[in-house]
Structure formats: structure tokens, C-alpha cells
């Protein structure tokens, strides 16, 4: 910050001063090189003119108020340089410099509106309006923000929402003739008309008018010199067509324009190689689909789209023979080829088809029907909603806010029905609610029955032969005793009988009748509708016990292992109801054959009323549709081999990456608050906490999926500024922590034999409270008299921490949420 001053450096040999052109070499006396405006290093600056010449010393004195002219001499010792005092920045720079590093902290970074709302403040008055601003759900935003097609099949559809009505709010209208709800349908092309499933779409306008689009052009085919020159075409290069219509090179020279169309990747979106709609005859099947008018369809003559295609454009409805009128309604431009009635005027008689004003006179647009995600938040919870019950069960997070109203009944079932385990009711399950609900069979074991728990199976004499296994030293008559305790427990009775020796399958004598030792689950009953999606082998082993009797039979040729451990074990642990031909009560049932229906046709169900104890769910809102379908929303899975309905291509706002239709969603809305939410302070805590209390998709899956995601993350939203002990209960009763940590449906040992997973109970303590080792008040770990780290809890800590953590299952199935497989909740 001194006055500048002149260094003058001269040639060696006194040839003179450096002139315009030399080259200036620096350097501190360590022998690094420096930047002429940078620091000088603490011992001094040498100089040479060029890169052979001597190196010199410099000193350079500080202007001071005598005006003391610099020096330079050659020197060969470092000189003494006298470095003048850093300046301080301006206040108005140090204070900018420390609000941004405190909004480091309590934000996601500083932005320039942040500095300027932070600036002239105390950082306790900025913290303290952060903690009164509303606090901004991420479930929330997500809701609002899909609009997912709704199913043509009003079963499935019902397992989500309804759909909109023609004339309801919200209502979707396209201009464009074929559109995603279209894919693998029958199309005909005959006529200049265009049917879907033989339904008329459009009329062709041959003038090239009506529809929006203009004539084809006529689009070359030629490869690249290179390609020529071995024999290669642009049709036989299809597969790599992707990555080279995107070259500028290919673009420029309209090289392979033909292929790159055919294929679906053409040079711009007005690119139209096709033969044109007029005049064409057409027999086949809808494979691809880009819903815009003039974009891109896919069509084939293989109904598994598989060969045969024909490459088109999307045409703009025009029907001139239908009569219609221009609409009263009134209708907001979504984006290009696309309405959303915002309100109606006087009577509305909408049919599949009308004509609007609003893009361009006379436009014709087609039905398109879109879910209803209805308010069902605790503040306001849904009423009746005309067929789809959206109905939470009370619980600790909505109790406070149920209200009576009419609506659609919960779950209504008698305190104290049974089921019936008999093969007859395992057909009902599947018949009624599409389980497949299994006796297992075909168990094997080698354990001694002797001094734990085992399974004795009463012998039909008259199928199999029945003899005594010779024991010694009254061991069978203990264990007859044992099994006689149990005579009503029937043909399948549990013992635990001290004894010695006594080998597996052992065979004894109890009055008239024959009870042979079992694999302790032979003839237990479990829903295996999970592992049909999870058999290593393919659906179809498992499903094909449906017909054949609902008794699988684990096959001879597998390792036990495979049944006890593993993958197996972890999904059908859960799914435990009981042993053959013994009754159990319906509300202990796993949560899929917890529905109305089953309990109907069991006989569980009880009369209901009109008016019910409606509750609501965190943050459950209506979807908004003139914000359009922006994010992923699995509605219906779709009895198709290609398509689950996801409806992948969104209206949003910023680029969503289209190759991946199973990006989940969570992640935009993460980043979406992340830089725009107002309560920023409670984002940043609740993305620590969630550091902690940690459920991520590796490991567990599901990742396609959204909503459960966010409703998960919005419980460290909620309780940013709350009760530690708030998040940790929420967390425990979190399905989702519930699946990751394999607590879920965890059962004391004398419900299903089993000891229950200690997952939950050790990482509860480990990783989210008390941590592996007891600390001082100043954080240093506690030592014994051995000096030895002191432990927070043993493993007679963590088995009785597991017994707690029993009992716990989702909730029925509901509608008004991202579905999930099967009927997970």
C-alpha cells in the first residue's frame, strides 16, 4: 500500500539497463521461483535480466515520509528486507468476510440475497427469526409437484387415488394425437385417419395443415468417408447412433440423417425423415412416444416392438368432422400441445375431445387422465373422497389433530376373530387378496431334540410307516410325557423335553400314536408373497405352489443353509403367521392379509358406521396440477412386460436426466431446499441429523421410490429445533428404519421361534445415543482399573433391548401415497 517506486536492474557488465522485450527473473532466497505480485518471502528477492544471467540481490526499502529512493546492488548475501505490516480490510469487508463464514455454518453457503438479509443484524436475531419461519416439508414440495397418469384399469387405480373428472379442477388436455398412456397399443393407419385400439385419434390433413406439422423432407443416408471406404452403412451402425447424431461433425455434413432419425436421435426436433402421415397404410403396435406435437414416434408391426419399426412424427389432433365447438372453460397453457382447466362456467359437458382458443384458434385437444392426490395433512385431514380411502391410522403423530367425520372406514374388524390356518383358508388368501400364503414343507434337521425347543409331527399310520426309535434310559418316556402336556396343541406340538442322545427324526410312542421329530418350522405358515419378487430362481417357483396345493415343498437339493441364513430368512421371518391348522388372531396377521376385504370374506369384519375418526398424515397434500408432473410418482404398476407406470417425462422447471427414469426424486428436492428454502437454519440441522440417524438405499433398495424417502427425512425437518427424544421415537416407529436395520415385524421367540434380530437394539445405542465407550465431562474415554476403555453396554443389553423392539409392522395399505410393490405401506 505504499507509493509505487522505480527498480532499475542492470545488465551484468554494465551493458545496460533492461529494455522492452527482457525477460525478468525472480526468486526468494530459498531458490523458488515467485510471482512478480506476489508475497515477497521473508529473507529477500534476488533478480537476474535473463535466464544465464547472475543472480542479484535486491533491497527494497519501504517509501517512507523522507521519500527514500530504492536500491539495487549485487550482493551475495540475503539482504535485510524490512516487510511492512499487512493493512487490515475495511470494516465493511471484515464483517462481509465473517457473515459469510457464520452462514457457512448455519446454511448451505452464503448467497448474495443471504448476506444482504443477514447484513446490519446480530446473529442472535437472525437465528431466532429462522427458528419462527414455517417449516418448509420436503414431502411437501414432492406432492405438490407430481401428476401421474392414472390407470385405464379403475381396480388398480383405486390402490392410489381417483382420477380427475373431465370438468374437475385440474383437468389435462393434449394437443398432440399419441401420447405415453398410448405404448403398446394397437394403432391403425387407413384412411388419412388414426386409431388407437380402433378408437378414431385424428384425421390426417393431407395439405399438411391441420396437424402442425410440416412435409418431410427428404433425408440422406450417407456415412462417413471412413465408413465408405470399408463398406459400411449408417443402418448397419444403428446401435451406435445415439452418441454420433449428437456430433457436430456428423450434423454439419448430414451424415447417416436417415439413420439417426429411424432411430430416434434426429439432428434437431424439426428433423422429419419419415414418409408422412398422409396416404400411409399401417397395421402394428405403439412402441415409443415423445408427447410433443412434430415429436417423435416409434411404431412397429411386432406387438413385442421388437422389429419391424416405422419412425414418425407426432401429429396435432385435428378432427373437422367432429363438430365441436371452441369451450367455455377456462384453461392455462401447462407447456406447448398441453391445458390444465383452471375453472369452468355454468354447466360442463366435456367429452374424450374439445376445441380451445387458448394456444391458437380452433386447436383440438384430447382427454388425458391424471391421479388425484387429495389434503390429508394432520391439520386437515380427508373427508369421504368419493372411492379411494386415504384414512391413517391414529398414532402418536396425528392423535392430537383426528377429527369426526364422514368418510371412508379404516380397517373394521372384531377384537377378538380368528383365522383358521387350513389349506382352505391359504386359497382364500390368494383368491381374495392375491397372496401367496404357503405351508412349508420338506424341512430337514440333524439337531438332537434334546435340551431346547422341538417339533414332534403326529404319524398317519395308515400312509407312512410308523416305528418306535429305540431310546435307553426312559428318554422316550420323557419325551412322550412332554408331548401329552401338549395333546391340545393337535398333530403339531412344540416341547422342550431335557433328555440325552436322542437323535434327530427320532420316532416315539405316545399312547395309540406315533409323533416323529421335525425341523423346528416344518408345517409353519408363512406369506411368501415378498420372496416371489425376491427368489434368487424366478418368480414362478415360487408362485406355482398356488396350484398345487398351497404347501411348498423346499426342495431335496438344496442346502438347509439356505432356509436357515440368508437372504431367505431375512424376508420370510417377517412373514410368519402360524402353524398349520392352528388359529390365530386376525390382528396378528402380517399387514399385507390385514385388509377389509380378507377380514370380510373371514369373517373378522365388523359392522361399521357412518362417521368415523379421520387422521391425517405429516405434510400430506394435495398435488397441485398447474405445477405439472415435475418428479417421479410410482401410481400403478402395470400388468405389462415393459412398462411400470412412472410417467418419466415431467414439465419441471430444470433438467431432469431422462435416461434414468428411476432417478429418485428426493434428490431434487433435497437440492431444491437446499438452495431456496427460507427456514435454511432447520435444513441444515435436519441434514445433520440425518447423518446420524442414518437409512440410505444401498443395502436396502427401493431406491425408484420417493415419497417414503422424504417423509422419512421430513421427520429431522419437523424436529430441527425439537426434542432429541421426539426424533428417536419417530425413527423407531419409521417403517423405512424399521426395513433398513431389520426390525420390522420382529417377534419375541415364543411367537415364532425365533430369537428377534438385534439389529435395531445395538445400533440404537452404538450409533444414535451413547456411542461404544462411557466419556468425562470433557469428552476423554472413562478407564477401568486396568486402564482399559469402559464399555456403554454389553450384549445382555443389546438381547434385551431386542426384546423390546418386537411387534412392530406397517400399517394396512392405503391409497393417496407412492405405491410400492405388492401392498407394502
Request: charged fraction near 20%.
Amino acid at each position: 500500500r505504499g507509493e509505487w517506486q522505480k527498480l532499475t536492474i542492470e545488465r551484468e557488465g554494465g551493458e545496460g539497463s533492461i529494455v522492452e522485450g527482457d525477460e525478468i527473473f525472480l526468486k526468494g532466497w530459498t531458490g523458488k521461483y515467485i510471482d512478480v505480485n506476489g508475497p515477497f518471502p521473508a529473507g529477500g528477492i534476488q533478480a537476474r535480466w535473463s535466464d544465464q544471467g547472475s543472480w542479484q540481490g535486491l533491497t527494497i526499502e519501504h517509501a517512507s515520509a523522507t521519500g527514500v529512493e530504492p536500491s539495487a546492488e549485487q550482493s551475495t548475501e540475503p539482504p535485510a528486507v524490512l516487510p511492512g505490516p499487512p493493512s487490515e480490510p475495511s470494516d465493511e469487508v471484515q464483517q462481509r468476510e465473517k457473515d459469510a463464514r457464520f452462514l457457512i455454518q448455519a446454511t448451505f453457503g452464503p448467497t448474495r440475497s443471504s448476506l444482504k438479509e443477514l447484513e446490519g443484524q446480530p446473529y442472535s436475531a437472525w437465528i431466532w427469526d429462522q427458528l419462527r419461519r414455517p417449516v418448509e416439508s420436503h414431502r411437501q414440495y414432492y406432492r405438490e409437484r407430481v401428476n401421474p397418469r392414472s390407470s385405464i384399469d379403475p381396480v388398480l387405480e383405486a390402490e392410489v387415488g381417483n382420477a380427475r373428472t373431465r370438468c374437475g379442477y385440474g383437468s389435462r388436455w393434449l394437443g398432440f394425437a399419441l401420447s405415453l398412456a398410448d405404448l403398446d397399443k394397437r394403432i391403425s393407419i387407413r384412411d388419412n385417419e388414426i386409431l388407437v385400439e380402433g378408437v378414431l385419434r385424428t384425421q390426417i390433413d393431407p395439405a399438411y395443415v391441420g396437424n402442425g406439422i410440416l412435409a418431410p423432407r427428404n433425408c440422406t443416408d450417407v456415412p462417413p468417408p471412413w465408413w465408405e471406404r470399408r463398406g459400411v452403412t449408417c443402418r448397419s451402425k444403428l446401435s451406435a447412433m445415439r452418441w454420433l447424431c449428437a456430433d457436430t461433425y456428423y450434423v454439419e455434413r448430414g451424415l447417416c440423417q436417415q439413420s439417426c432419425f429411424d432411430a430416434g436421435y434426429r439432428y434437431s426436433s424439426g428433423d422429419d425423415c419419415s414418409s408422412g402421415w398422409p396416404s400411409l397404410s399401417f397395421e402394428g403396435y405403439i412402441c415409443r412416444v415423445e408427447e410433443a406435437i412434430g415429436g417423435w414416434v416409434q411404431l412397429s408391426a411386432d406387438s413385442g416392438c421388437k422389429s419391424s419399426f416405422l419412425a414418425m412424427v407426432n401429429p396435432a389432433i385435428w378432427l373437422p368432422d367432429a363438430g365441436l365447438s371452441t369451450t367455455g372453460v377456462q384453461l392455462h397453457p401447462l407447456r406447448p400441445g398441453v391445458l390444465v382447466l383452471t375453472q369452468t362456467t355454468g354447466s360442463c359437458s366435456l367429452g374424450d375431445f374439445m376445441r380451445s382458443d387458448t394456444e391458437a384458434p380452433g386447436r383440438f385437444y384430447q382427454f388425458d387422465s391424471r391421479l388425484k392426490l387429495v389434503q390429508n395433512s394432520l391439520e386437515d385431514p380427508a373427508s369421504s373422497t368419493g372411492g379411494s380411502c386415504p384414512t391413517v391410522p391414529k398414532t402418536f403423530l396425528n392423535e392430537e389433530h383426528c377429527q369426526i367425520l364422514p368418510s371412508c372406514a379404516p380397517l373394521s374388524i372384531e377384537s377378538d376373530a380368528l383365522v383358521h390356518l387350513n389349506l382352505s383358508t391359504l386359497e382364500l388368501f390368494h383368491t381374495v387378496a392375491g397372496r401367496y400364503v404357503y405351508a412349508i414343507t420338506g424341512l430337514r434337521t440333524t439337531s438332537s431334540p434334546c435340551g431346547l425347543l422341538s417339533r414332534w409331527r403326529r404319524l398317519d399310520c395308515t400312509a407312512e410307516a410308523c416305528a418306535e426309535t429305540s431310546l435307553g434310559g426312559g428318554q422316550a418316556d420323557a419325551i412322550a410325557l412332554g408331548l401329552q402336556d401338549e395333546e391340545e396343541a393337535g398333530w403339531l406340538r412344540d416341547i422342550d423335553v431335557e433328555c440325552q442322545d436322542v437323535p434327530a427324526n427320532a420316532v416315539v410312542k405316545v399312547g395309540a400314536e406315533f409323533f416323529q421329530h421335525v425341523h423346528l418350522q416344518e408345517h409353519n405358515v408363512y406369506d411368501f408373497t415378498d420372496w416371489v419378487d425376491s427368489h434368487p430362481g424366478g418368480k414362478t417357483h415360487i408362485r406355482k405352489w398356488a396350484q398345487r396345493g398351497f404347501q411348498l415343498e423346499f426342495p431335496e437339493l438344496h442346502e438347509m443353509s439356505r432356509w436357515e441364513s440368508g437372504l431367505a430368512a431375512e424376508v420370510l421371518r417377517a412373514a410368519f403367521i402360524g402353524k398349520l391348522e392352528a388359529s390365530v388372531e386376525f390382528q396378528s396377521l402380517p399387514q399385507g392379509l390385514q385388509s377389509q376385504p380378507l377380514a370380510e370374506a373371514l369373517g373378522a369384519a365388523k359392522p361399521a358406521g357412518h362417521l368415523f375418526q379421520t387422521c391425517g398424515s405429516p405434510n400430506e397434500v394435495a398435488n397441485d396440477p398447474e405445477l405439472g408432473h415435475q418428479l417421479h410418482f410410482h401410481s400403478v404398476f402395470l400388468r405389462s412386460p415393459r412398462h411400470v407406470h412412472i410417467d418419466p417425462h415431467q414439465e419441471a422447471p430444470y433438467d431432469i436426466t431422462r435416461d434414468s427414469p428411476t432417478l429418485s426424486s428426493e434428490h431434487v428436492v433435497w437440492v431444491m431446499k437446499a438452495l431456496y428454502a427460507k427456514d435454511q437454519l432447520r435444513q441444515r440441522m435436519a441434514w445433520a441429523l440425518s447423518q446420524i440417524f442414518v437409512a440410505a438405499q444401498p443395502g436396502y433398495g427401493n431406491g425408484a421410490f420417493s415419497e417414503m424417502w422424504l417423509n422419512f427425512y421430513d421427520i429431522f425437518v419437523r424436529n430441527a429445533f425439537g426434542n432429541f427424544r421426539d426424533v428417536l421415537r419417530e425413527v423407531t416407529y419409521s417403517p423405512v428404519m424399521g426395513d433398513y436395520l431389520s426390525f420390522k415385524g420382529n417377534r419375541a421367540y415364543d411367537s415364532g421361534n425365533h430369537y428377534p434380530d438385534e439389529n435395531y437394539a445395538r445400533e440404537i445405542m452404538q450409533l444414535f445415543t451413547i456411542g461404544l465407550w462411557k466419556l468425562n465431562s470433557d469428552g476423554s474415554r472413562v478407564v477401568d482399573e486396568s486402564g482399559g476403555w469402559v464399555p456403554t453396554y454389553t450384549n445382555e443389553h443389546i438381547m434385551n433391548f431386542a426384546r423390546v423392539f418386537t411387534g412392530l409392522d406397517e400399517q394396512p395399505t392405503r391409497t393417496n401415497i407412492e405405491k410400492l410393490p405388492g401392498s407394502r405401506n
